[in-house]
Every structure is written in structure tokens, then in C-alpha cells.
């Protein structure tokens, strides 16, 4: 396996000849994967490409953590001018 940047380099078909190599490079960082001696594809942990596409969990993925019935939610309470009418006080002009 070579490097480049400090990423380490693998080409396809050492890729497909030892999966379980690759995907431990990866589990220290990125692994570029080159075909033909082009950098094709990057391999690299799925949190990983969450945080660099500036993606966090979705909210179904934290509601449904197990810590996630612990938080303490308090809705604001609603005044009486917010359910009043639009209209109320305001006039418009004839024409």
C-alpha cells in the first residue's frame, strides 16, 4: 500500500483482493483507490463523509436513540396577544 498526502493508495484490484485491508486503512482515514493509476474512488468511515458533507443525524435517527427520552423539553407558553384576531385594531381606509 502506498500513500500520498498521507492517505494511503490502493489500486482496484488490491481493493478487491483484500477488502477487509482496505477497510481497516480506512477506519484510521480516507484510502484512495486508484484504476489504471487514476484516483478513483475514496474510501472512508460513514461518519466521516457525515461530518465532511456537513451532514449530522437525522432527527428520526436521534429520536430514536435510547438517551434521547431523557431530554427535557419545556414549550414556551402562549400569551393572550398571540391568539388574538389579525384584524383586531387595525383599520383600513375606505376608498
Known amino acids: 500500500m502506498r500513500a500520498r498526502a498521507g492517505m494511503p493508495i490502493l489500486t482496484v484490484r488490491e481493493f478487491n483482493k483484500d477488502v477487509g485491508r482496505a477497510k481497516r486503512a480506512g477506519n484510521e482515514g480516507p484510502v484512495i483507490i486508484t484504476d489504471r ?51 383586531a385594531g387595525y383599520s ?3 376608498s
Open 37 to 87: 493509476g487514476r484516483p478513483t474512488y475514496v474510501l472512508m468511515r460513514h461518519e466521516t463523509y457525515q461530518h465532511l458533507a456537513g451532514r449530522g443525524p437525522s432527527i428520526r435517527a436521534l429520536l430514536a436513540h435510547p438517551e434521547g427520552e431523557d431530554v427535557a423539553f419545556e414549550p414556551p407558553r402562549l400569551g393572550g396577544d398571540l391568539l388574538r384576531s389579525p384584524d
Open 92 to 94: 383600513t381606509p375606505m
